[in-house]
């Protein structure tokens, strides 16, 4: 009976140890270990980066790159039209790369193209989609950067629309989180990033037969990495890139990017972004700091024309952004990008949140303030002054001060100068006084010494030198 009491009680305390540790790896306030070397995890609503590694060293991408030339090529076509394969694109791949098998004049459809650079990863179909799409693979190429640096990818650069290995075609985890992000706002972009049943391409003018395929993404369909919440992603491999993935996941109100970049083995990349989604699902939370509680400004607006206006500043309605569950809301910091005055430009008031914290990344982001103006002739007459945004004493002593030493600049400036005057001209005085110095004592040198006399032709009538006979 006893022996049966003590295992009873050590089972239970078991079982309580291993909830509690459950709890505990759930409730984390250190991000996972992971193997990939490069990773991002992004909020998808505000481009937020919640935990990272690496995000903006260069790495190749592989075939993650598809995503931007699929959001391309639905931006620039119709997913309805026809288009016939060219010989360039067919051949312009390596034979041993992913592909369709698509023949040159072989007639398919954007739609067609779209998911089978997606789905299968096909290289000849990315090909033909950006050749279309551009004019040539060089052109689309040329869209390719273009968008990426109106996306703020600043360690990005594409020179093909399939990704395969290049030493000028690189990004960054960072980048293509951005990617990714303005990619699923692109109309019909979900349908294919999260597809998951078979495909069929139909019968064409050079295939009698139908061509299947699905997703390679094993977190996005029924496997050993199935993860629920998942809404769409990309898969890429090359000997130079290894292994890299992006995933798009939803859970706990919250949409994610989770970007991993070189991991070395095949199923890293699935284990490495599970573990990632994992802690920032269970550990982040969304919070709003009103816009109420920000500081308010009141500064001037001068023209280039002499016209002025009063520039009123004061927050948004709310601003959302994801904090760490440890972190908590009152130790978000707000810092302010609002100038003394505006001159000429555009106004672009901003505020900024950041946390000290090893649990998630410090800078949480910037957002922009409401703003209204008011041209000043415009106020009001009976407007009483005190309303009118004044400056304070301080701030008046400040600009006399200013103004009295750019005038004692000017002053010491004009002093330094003036003296520079006089050491040129004293130099020149002197130098004068020397030179004829020199003259006098050269003439009085030949009148001692007979030898140094130059002799001149004497004019008639004139009286011989001294000390010589006629």
């Known amino acids: 009976m006893r022996k049966k009491w003590i295992s009873t009680l050590l089972a239970a305390v078991m079982t309580a140890c291993a909830v509690t540790t459950t709890a505990f790896a759930k409730e984390s306030t250190v991000p996972p270990s992971v193997i990939s070397e490069a990773y991002v995890v992004m909020d998808a609503e505000t481009g937020q980066v919640l935990i990272e590694k690496n995000m903006n060293r260069r790495e190749y991408p592989a075939s993650i790159t598809k995503i931007l030339t699929v959001a391309l090529a639905l931006e620039n076509s119709d997913l309805d039209d026809r288009v016939t394969v060219s010989q360039d694109a067919v051949y312009a791949i390596e034979p041993n790369s992913s592909h369709i098998a698509l023949q040159p004049d072989e007639v398919v459809r954007m739609r067609d193209l779209l998911y089978a650079t997606m789905l299968p990863s096909a ?5 033909v989609a950006a050749e279309y799409v551009g004019g040539s693979m060089e052109k689309f190429a040329e869209m390719m950067n273009k968008k990426a640096a109106e996306l703020g990818c600043e360690n990005t650069h594409f020179v093909n629309a399939n990704g395969l290995p290049d030493d000028d075609h690189y990004t960054t985890a960072y980048d293509m989180a951005l990617i990714t992000k303005y990619a699923i706002g692109v109309t019909g972009f979900l349908d294919i990033f999260g597809y998951q049943d078979v495909y069929q391409i139909s019968p064409t003018n050079k295939q009698e037969q139908a061509r299947r ?3 390679e993404h094993m977190m996005l369909v029924e496997s050993k990495y199935y993860y629920e919440g998942t809404l769409g992603g990309k898969l890429g491999w090359t000997e130079e890139a290894k292994h890299t993935i992006v995933t798009l996941a939803r859970r706990n109100d919250m949409t994610l990017i989770c970007v991993a970049m070189k991991s070395p083995q095949r199923y890293d990349k699935f284990n490495d972004s599970i573990a990632l989604f994992d802690y920032c699902f269970d550990n982040f939370e969304p919070v709003a700091i009103p816009g109420d509680q920000l500081k308010t400004f009141s500064v001037s607006h001068y023209r280039s024309g002499g016209s002025a206006e009063n520039v009123s500043i004061s927050g948004e309605e709310s601003y959302r952004f994801l904090v760490h569950k ?6 978000v ?6 100038p003394e005055y505006y001159s000429d430009e555009n106004i672009d008031p901003s505020v900024s949140f950041s946390v000290d ?11 922009p ?11 009001p007459a009976e407007q009483n002054q005190e309303d009118v945004p004044k400056k304070t004493f301080a701030d008046q002593f400040l600009g006399v001060m200013k103004i009295a030493g750019y005038g004692a600049l000017g002053l010491l400036g004009l002093i330094l100068l003036a003296f520079l005057v006089m050491l040129v001209i004293r130099f020149c005085n002197k130098y004068r006084r020397w030179h004829r110095r ?22 008639r009538g004139s009286a011989p030198p ?5």
Do not use: C, W
């Open 438 to 459: 020199r003259a006098r004592n050269r003439r009085i040198a030949q009148l001692d010494d007979p030898d140094l006399i130059v002799h001149r032709p004497q004019r």
């Open 213 to 215: 395929f699905g997703t």
């Open 357 to 367: 914290s090893g649990s998630m990344y410090g800078e949480i982001g910037s957002f």
């Open 326 to 331: 440890s972190v908590g809301k009152d130790a």
């Open 369 to 379: 303030m409401a703003f209204q103006t008011v041209a000043i002739e415009e106020l």
């Open 123 to 127: 290289n000849d179909a990315a090909n």
């Open 466 to 470: 001294p000390g010589r006979r006629r």
């Open 333 to 338: 910091e707000i810092s302010y990008n609002v």
